[in-house]
């Protein structure tokens, strides 16, 4: 889920939120569950906090309709509710909200906890450099490692 300039841009800005809103960077694992692509806490409260960017392929994808419904339903020992934050561009903002609510995670019940951050995205995002010789290259990474297999 990561290597476009636009998920990037997404994160940075959806970090950029959670650092005005007095969060700071917490590194969490925990065996046999997924990883949140952001997690935060509040120094002051110590409330935890979860980040997710969404692209607007992701939309469609079954891997992210589990992430989301996974971290939309994370519970503290307490039994509470964590934040969950999820960076959307302003122009899927509309599909995300209905995506959200087919899959029942905000509806007039729940999802009060659920908070989309919509980011407007610039014009032009930095593409990555293209290698004009990259095939060349792997040719002769491919190369070597036969030689030494």
Not at 55 to 76: G, I, K, N, V, Y
């Amino acid at each position: 889920m990561t290597g476009s300039p636009a998920r990037a841009y997404l994160r940075r800005q959806l970090e950029a939120h959670l650092d005005q809103l007095g969060y700071s960077q917490v590194r969490s694992s925990r065996a046999g569950t997924p990883v949140a692509e952001i997690a935060r806490v509040s120094p002051v409260r110590g409330r935890l906090a979860y980040g997710q960017t969404v692209l607007h392929a992701d939309l469609e994808e079954p891997r992210c309709h589990e992430r989301l419904l996974f971290f939309s339903q994370r519970r503290t020992r307490h039994r509470s509710s964590i934040l969950f934050f999820i960076g959307v561009s302003e122009e899927d903002q509309q599909e995300l909200e209905a995506l959200l609510e087919h899959l029942s995670i905000r509806n007039a019940v729940r999802g009060g906890h659920v908070h989309v951050v919509t980011i407007p995205l610039p014009s032009a995002l930095p593409r990555p450099a293209s290698a004009p010789d990259a095939p060349v290259r792997a040719r002769r990474v491919a190369g070597r490692m036969l030689k030494n297999a």
